[in-house]
């Protein structure tokens, strides 16, 4: 069993004999050994199949992080019926009737805040799947409203959705052969041993988490489950020791450390000077100790930690290795899994690392990155048109990423995305995330997002800050003037919106990745813009 076929992960979690699910929940912490997950996995199978899930059934999960969730998710596979990913929020005010008729769906399993009374006998609560609910699926689904593009004959073992950038989701069609291939490629580039534990806070309903979970059974480790909202709680009393995440689940430390006054910032990073000279392990320990208190913030086990899917400060990096952290930035999209990974002993802070399989990745004439082999994990896309899929999927062997980079002396460096390219006058390229880094410096200031100004007169900050609303106004103010002087005439930042904290993980202005969703931020601080002068 293998290559394309999932259930091979149910062999995986028989031969677990070690690691398990660490639950941290409202109530406190609950583990489960892989061996009880097994029981339960495979009374839910039998459940499933009695009620007449049949292989190849498109069957909806649609709920937050949950132990119910990840084992509905394994039970399918072993059915081989597709499980379909309903991500919560981006599905909000759509009925499970509706969802069910578009990618036609047998039956949906729904959490009690996404059921509603119109629900018919084909929807199950997911929070009782462990009491096996009753529930009756469409005997004669509807064929999914969306065309297959492109056409082609791989088998497709789940469905998952973009994560709503460009404003809507899409809806991805996944082959289990990339997948298979990339859990043996990671499991071999960063080691795992039982006493390991992965952190899942993000949602399961975005692919890399569920793979995260796969990757943990293939190598016989823990994962700690949790949602992003706990997540503070998950480190410590989940104490993961590998992470993988955006920037925001390292900014917290990193801004931490920022706001300490002078002389202790001063301090810490003069006590840990005499590293520079020592070998590497020794040179992590004495880190280590130095900043105990930044590790203890994520659980006091943690090492190993990954960064992607957002563009990454290089002084956040530079902190943490000066920190002791093993913090390395990766590079994926769930199309194609990772292209690229900085290593333990090969890593080049501000690139995104080597490739995973050398020779895949190539620079096209305009930039853009390309990737071409035979083990993508997406196969194609369901109700799109050939207008967004033909510049994706550019033949049957390659991908383009729509990311713009370069490569030095082996390793990957991104320079953005090619949408968020804005053009001076002088007719110099800009990055959107640069010119916002280069405004959230100011003292005081947490985050930046631009966006064309509604009035058509360049461009608006929404600016989020700590503090004095005048003081952060004052501070921000010239790195805007240089920021608009780049930009030139016409293309400056003529308005601001202040406000005041952080965006939390739960905000609607954060996708399920905690990328900015900038189309979000500007209908919601549009009102809020003043003249950035007044």
């Not at 994706?392 to 990423?401: D, H, N």
């Not at 405004?439 to 004095?468: E, Q, S, T």
């Not at 920021?483 to 939390?504: K, M, N």
């Not at 990328?515 to 002068?533: G, H, M, Q, W």
Request: contains cysteine.
């Amino acid at each position: 069993m293998g290559g394309e076929d999932p259930r091979i992960v149910l062999e995986w979690l028989r031969a677990a004999t070690t690691g398990g699910v660490h639950r941290v929940e409202r109530g406190g912490t609950r583990f489960a050994p892989w061996s009880e997950v097994l029981g339960d996995v495979e009374r839910v199978v039998a459940h499933l199949r009695e009620r007449g899930i049949a292989p190849r059934a498109r069957v909806g999960v649609r709920g937050d992080n949950s132990y119910e969730w990840l084992v509905l998710d394994l039970a399918l596979l072993e059915l081989g019926a597709v499980p379909v990913a309903i991500p919560v929020p981006d599905f909000k005010g759509r009925t499970n009737s509706e969802v069910a008729r578009t990618y036609g769906l047998v039956a949906v399993f729904a959490a009690k805040a996404a059921r509603s009374a119109d629900d018919g006998p084909a929807v199950a609560p997911l929070e009782r799947l462990l009491e096996l609910p009753g529930f009756t699926p469409d005997a004669d689904p509807p064929a999914p409203l969306g065309k297959r593009l492109p056409e082609n004959d791989r088998e497709v073992f789940t469905l998952a959705f973009s994560s709503g950038t460009a404003g809507r989701v899409k809806c991805l069609l996944l082959a289990w052969r990339g997948v298979e291939a990339l859990v043996e490629a990671q499991g071999a580039a960063y080691p795992m041993t039982p006493e390991d534990r992965v952190l899942i806070a993000l949602p399961l309903s975005t692919f890399q988490q569920r793979y995260l979970c796969y990757l943990a059974i293939r190598n016989a480790c823990g994962i700690v489950l949790t949602t992003a909202s706990r997540f503070l709680a998950a480190l410590e009393q989940g104490r993961p020791t590998i992470l993988l995440g955006p920037p925001n689940f390292y900014e917290f430390a990193h801004s931490r450390y920022e706001k300490l006054p002078p002389h202790e910032r001063a301090a810490l990073d003069r006590a840990v000077e005499p590293a520079d000279s020592l070998p590497r392990e020794e040179a992590l320990r004495l880190r280590r100790e130095v900043f105990r208190s930044f590790h203890d913030s994520y659980g006091g086990r943690a090492r190993l930690m990954l960064v992607g899917s957002a563009p990454v400060r290089p002084e956040m990096l530079e902190f943490f290795a000066r920190a002791g952290f093993e913090l390395y930035q990766i590079y994926g999209m769930t199309e194609i899994g990772y292209l690229t990974w900085n290593l333990p002993g090969a890593n080049r802070i501000g690139s995104v690392g080597r490739e995973n399989q050398p020779g895949s990745v190539e620079i096209a004439p305009d930039g853009e990155v390309l990737v071409t082999h035979d083990v993508h994990l997406c196969v194609g896309y369901e109700g799109e048109g050939p207008e967004d899929v033909e510049p994706v999927f550019r033949g049957p062997r390659t991908i383009a990423t729509g990311d713009l980079g370069e490569f030095v002396d082996g390793h990957l460096f991104l320079k953005g995305r090619k949408k968020n390219v804005v053009i001076t006058s002088g007719g110099e390229k800009l990055q959107i995330e640069d010119l916002e880094f280069d405004i959230a410096k100011a003292g005081g200031v947490n985050r930046v997002a631009l966006y064309p100004a509604p009035d058509g007169d360049g461009y608006a900050a929404a600016v989020w800050y700590d503090g004095d609303r005048e003081a952060a106004r004052d501070a921000v103010r010239p790195r805007i003037g240089l920021v608009s002087s780049r930009l030139g005439a016409g293309r400056r930042i003529s308005r601001i919106a202040l406000l005041p904290g952080e965006l939390t993980p739960e905000s609607p202005l954060l996708n399920r990745n905690l990328k900015v969703n900038r189309d979000a931020v500007r209908v919601a601080t549009s009102a809020a813009l003043e003249p950035l002068d007044a």
